[in-house]
């Protein structure tokens, strides 16, 4: 039986208002891989890695690994990092 991975919503509180700066992070969820347990990387979207806002701040929830046991991490989306910018 395969594990189930799920990822929450991400729950975007930390970001009010536009970010000054941003740059790439690596996906916590993926490694960095761009895919995890063969399929592309729900976290990422098999990129490898995610667009954080400055400065970079890992995700206090999950501690960065962008997961909660195997279930993707309702804080940060599975990425590790807070304040995800998407788009």
């Known amino acids: 039986m395969e594990p189930v991975i799920y990822l929450a919503p991400k729950i975007d509180r930390c970001m009010s208002q536009s970010p000054k700066s941003s740059a790439p992070e690596t996906c916590a ?29 890992r995700c206090a929830l999950c501690n960065g690994t962008g997961r909660l046991c195997i279930r993707g991490c309702p804080a940060c989306g599975g990425t590790g990092w807070t304040a995800i910018l998407r788009g």
């Not at 592309?40 to 995610?50: F, M």
């Open 29 to 57: 969820f993926c490694k960095g891989a761009g895919e995890f347990d063969g399929r592309r990387c729900p976290a990422c979207d098999g990129r490898g890695e995610v667009n954080v806002a400055q400065p970079a701040k």
